[in-house]
């Protein structure tokens, strides 16, 4: 049988339908679970509330920003709105807006189930760990779903509104544009409540986490919430739809229906797999959950594997090569998670050395993670490159663009489990959420003890899908560069001048953007941390201000309430202030390199940019996991346990690894691939005007 | 007049030979200066056994190394010797033993004058700080002319006997090798020595820093000396003999004497306006120290480019294309080392901001300087990135192949000055000792005060010279990756196959080969640190067993000596232990990639590793050197002063920057270095056999 496109059409769609459908049922199934506890309530209103804030006050500066950059992309992009094609144009700038709306729609989608499912896992971990595992679970599949099938239908949409394949970088650009703000923004409100709340309750206080005396404890959970919710979600619909994005570009290029067909084919059997695993995800009882999230994963990637195969048997203008790219590309993926779990897990020797390390004072502790966290980057480099590679030589006898859309495929097959990956993450601030609940409505030791294993759970798996989507991304990036290389040569020809056959590092121009280019990952990682100093440092001086002005706060007098809403503020709008300076020096970067040395600096520039964020990406987020690991490890009664000389200072390298792996680290992947799709964007007007190109 | 090469020869051999003599004349300076503290020059004689201990112990070692590397070589390089040129691989493997020989005997020079020089400092400082400051600067200045005069005369001598530039690269590999063992080896010695000393004596014992109970603390003295002169030394030997192979091999497949006599021209007149500025260095009464040392630097930069301009006037056949490349790369290195300066010294903002950060705990000591020291990574890349370019783009009329001519110029450039820079650096730790030394012999509070005044300036400089070392490095490796063309090339065309025409980004090889390169660095890195986490802790027991074996010796008792020599010993055993695998591991990783990926994958592994090695060099060191300086600044009284909680912060950031600056972050360009020179040594073999080239 032949792949037709108009099918591919509708099998996409039906199953964003199923995908939606399914979404639903979970969610009135969460909110069919009880939630009686008075005190719970409020405070989970209360997290409820504050995200919702934080949310609404992002989504406003977003659409400003969104609005400008709109206006900008109508006037400039793909070329000049005064050479000729407005309409063009108007596709592009309504992309990019589409793709902000789908992606904050599925992010509000995630913390409207999330900020729902907390105080019913709560109450369910009264029962024991299978119900308020499931609850935990399912919550965090209805945003699995919502993610993934809204960046399905908005590439179908875009795709077959448009009929142009560079329109989908508008839109992908937007779904980019949202997760810069999801995820940096994200990560500076979590971190600055989580810091703020960590050094004037427990050091200076000495009052336990979750102390609802603390202005900053809502905010703390509220930051769980937005950040590892909405922003891994944003961020893995941004990777997801760049994916599909640069298969698509690449395969209009290749011509025939072929393989457009096959990249939609793929993505809806990846979707259907991702259903078919969440459906399937159980937990025996006394079961452990960690094993319950991997068994479901796995359950995908088989599904994913062997669907693939089956339509590739069917449809016999699909390429066994390509399938091969694919399911490359998904191995490795996963291989890179189980890595990324040998640096990251307190059952295994690294976590237990750099807790050994503590006992010598925090600047082992430090030295020991900083070091394990370089070796961790090797792994999951070398994975990526011996993916890329691999589909490469194994699409190159189809011809040499073939090859590019295998290393395009291979992230797609990677990223064809995405739906189940967010599920397991969105998962972990759930139950993280019910143990604070658990822990502010009292309801015991043996319920805060289960809610404690499923929120290991939660931290361990945590890991996995970083790993997963730092791969997924540099993947991803590749095949984007990919995409910039056509995307230029189409500007290079309509503007007659020679065309570009790829970016030699020996030339000169080259060399200078990968140098340029390797240093932006750090400075924009630094000035997200240095943001979340700033920040922590504002909302600290609220706190004592409070303490020292609402009377009886301090005591825990009853009728004496902290001005939680004043900290959510704090959190919400220095995150947004911090944040846009370093999304901006990225973008400026690319422009200044772009109008200084062209086309082939850009290109230079671009590798560069991958390169060193891809390795910054994994030594912070790893660093991180680690160090929150080794704490936790050290807590469980190891190395002199909670108090000793140990303990303080794994807490030291717990709190260098929070903006680690929670700020910086997660949002290096956004910061690539913004920069890829600028580039992309702008190729025809770097083609056009440059200093030196 | 025409340039003639042989008048060139006669130039450099007569500079060196000058130089030769000027730091003879100011060794028996030295020498002449009193040292009459009896307790002093004990001491001193206790700190040069050790170092000698050190450098005989690395030297064997070494010598065990090169000599089964000079066998290798022998066999297999540059083509294996069955195949044909058993004289031409003699000659390799004889220019390599001579490469680690040369940069020995002037490694072994440095440490002579530099133990000579330490007490006698420590003397001239009960006359005040001008005494002092020449008998540091001259000590330091003797192995600034050896250094510069071994590899001018090394790479004289070996060009002139061999006639074929590509036997350069195995002088060249020789002085990587050794500066492998020098710069990394004694950079474990160092810290393990002072991390151990400091955690038995200030943190456990509570005495002072350089107390002679201390059993670690004569390791701790020899370690300034093996680390950073030996080590120094070493590294800038290598990047001398670098530059000038890289820009022989490219000169000489340019055809041609001129361009060959230019190199040694412009090596000679660098060597000659060093001797200027170290013979005109000189401070007022009351001047600072600081002032001096950048005046001669500023004297020998302005020296050169006036020399280098005459010589283009007077040999018609030089062309100032070429001058501008040199006299940019030169500049540009002086600017790396001003902006390296602004991140690091304690009268700028940065330090004084994570001084103030230290308030906030250690945790945020370490999370500001890794975002400055992130930070400041960017304006020494950006000026590499521009000077490469620069000097490509002024030399690009003159033909494609001397564009690349330019950048090798621009390297030489920026080292021409090296002999100063060397000077100035080698003065830091004979003034670092001598304030030990002064402590150790009770000369007194003032006598004290005037060798810390002489001691910070040269923490100052430390600075400014890494920075100088890594652009320098940076430039080197970029005309490596040019030698490694050109060479990859003889090699296929040898073989009948297809030339490379570059390296283009778009080819999965290269780009495998980026992502792998990219991750080396960090690993590297990473076994340095854990290294001197290892073998720290191996002394601790040690001083432990001694404190607890040795009657007496903790109250101090008279009588009651610590056996300083077990320290050195497992310093020195220690160093080397952990050093082989983590030099062993660059060079595995190289061979391997080379023979699966073939010759463009080793083109992308290259740049990998030079784009992530510069980044985290420059990082590691910045960091380091700002961490330093925010505790020196505490210190003095700010933040609290000593014993306040800022100052506890900030020493947890000093001990995390100590491996950063003084192991880690100046290891890897020799690292760098090294994985060049095998690339190149190697591409006969990677182009006759790989998996998939």
């Known amino acids: 049988m032949e792949a037709n496109l108009s099918l591919m059409y509708v099998i996409s769609l039906f199953s964003v339908l199923i995908a939606f459908a399914f979404a639903a049922y979970l969610f009135l199934w969460v909110r069919r679970q009880k939630s009686t506890n008075a005190r719970i309530n409020e405070v989970a209103a209360l997290i409820k509330e504050g995200a919702n804030t934080f949310m609404r006050k992002e989504y406003r500066v977003l659409s400003i920003f969104a609005g400008i950059a709109a206006v900008i992309i109508f006037l400039l992009l793909p070329s000049p709105v005064w050479t000729g094609h407005p309409g063009r144009n108007l596709s592009m700038a309504a992309a990019y807006v589409a793709g902000t709306a789908l992606s904050a729609i599925a992010g509000k989608i995630g913390i409207l189930v999330a900020t729902n499912a907390n105080a019913r896992a709560a109450e369910g971990a009264r029962q024991g760990v299978r119900p ?26 875009v795709l077959w509104l448009a009929g142009d394949s560079s329109i989908l970088l508008g839109f992908s650009f937007g779904a980019s544009s949202l997760a810069l703000f999801a995820k940096a923004g994200g990560g500076i409100f979590t971190k600055t409540a989580d810091v703020s709340a960590d050094l004037t309750g427990k050091v200076e206080l000495g009052i336990p986490e979750d102390d609802p005396r603390n202005p900053a404890v809502i905010a703390d959970n509220v930051g769980d919430n937005v950040g590892d919710v909405a922003g891994m979600g944003a961020d893995l619909f941004d990777s997801n739809v760049a994916a599909m994005t640069s298969a698509l570009v690449i395969a209009q290029s ?79 993926g996963v291989i890179i998670g189980i890595t990324t779990d040998y640096f990251t897990d307190d059952s295994k020797p690294i976590v237990q050395k750099v807790a050994r390390a503590s006992r010598s004072g925090s600047a082992f502790t430090v030295l020991s993670g900083v070091s394990y966290g370089f070796v961790s980057a090797l792994p999951a480099m070398a994975g990526i490159a011996i993916s890329a590679l691999t589909a490469y030589r194994l699409c190159a006898p189809m011809g040499s663009d073939y090859a590019m859309f295998g ?26 959420n019910a143990r604070g609940l658990a822990e502010m409505g009292g309801l015991g030791e043996k319920t ?64 200078f953007g990968v140098l340029i280019g390797a240093a932006i990952p750090a400075v924009f990682s630094a000035m997200l941390m240095l943001g979340v100093d700033k920040n922590a440092q504002r909302m600290v001086a609220e706190i004592h201000r409070q303490f020292s002005s609402i009377p009886g706060l301090r005591e ?13 503020d704090i959190a919400t ?45 994994l030594f912070m987020s790893n660093a991180g996991g680690l160090w929150d690991n080794a704490k936790k490890y050290v807590e469980a009664g190891h190395e002199g346990g909670k108090g000793s000389k140990a303990h303080k200072a794994a807490v030291v390298g717990d709190t260098v690894g929070d903006p680690f792996k929670d700020t910086a680290g997660p949002s290096i992947n956004t910061q690539i691939t913004v920069v890829s799709l600028v580039a992309s964007l702008m190729s025809g007007l770097f083609a056009a005007w440059s200093l030196l190109g």
């Not at 995800?281 to 669907?307: C, E, Q, W």
């Not at 290393?407 to 993280?432: C, E, F, K, R």
């Not at 007098?557 to 902290?562: I, L, N, Q």
């Open 132 to 157: 308020a595992f499931l609850i935990g679970f399912r919550g965090g599949a209805v945003m699995g779903l919502a993610v993934v099938g809204f960046s399905l239908l908005g590439v179908c949409g």
């Open 254 to 332: 290749l011509g025939g229906q072929a393989n457009t067909a096959m990249v939609f084919c793929y993505a809806a059997l990846g979707l259907i797999a991702s259903i078919i695993g969440i459906a399937t995800a159980r937990i025996d009882k006394g079961g452990s959950p960690t094993r319950a999230l991997n068994a479901s994963t796995y359950v995908t990637t088989g599904l994913f594997i062997v669907l693939t195969a089956l339509a590739t048997l069917i449809f016999h203008d699909f390429s066994w090569r390509i399938w091969g790219a694919s399911t490359v590309g998904l191995l490795v």
């Open 407 to 432: 290393i395009a495929m291979a992230a797609v097959g990677m990223l064809s489990i995405v739906g189940m990956i967010i599920s397991n993450d969105a998962y972990g601030p759930i139950v993280d």
């Open 448 to 511: 805060i003890r289960v809610a404690d294993e499923l929120d290991s759970a939660g931290n361990t798996v945590k890991a996995v899908t970083k790993g997963f989507a730092i791969g997924a991304a540099g993947l991803t990036v590749i095949s984007l560069l990919g995409a910039y290389l056509s995307e230029v040569n189409e500007a290079l020809m309509a503007a007659g001048k020679a065309v570009i056959t790829g970016f030699d590092i020996m030339d000169p121009s080259v060399f």
């Open 556 to 568: 825990g007098h009853t009728g004496a309430k902290p001005e939680y809403d004043r900290c959510i």
């Open 573 to 617: 709008s220095g995150a947004l202030m911090e944040l846009i300076p370093a999304g901006l020096a990225a973008i400026v970067a690319t422009v200044v390199v772009g109008f200084a040395g062209g086309p082939l600096a850009i290109g230079g520039f671009l590798l560069g940019n991958i390169v060193s964020g891809l390795l910054l990406a």
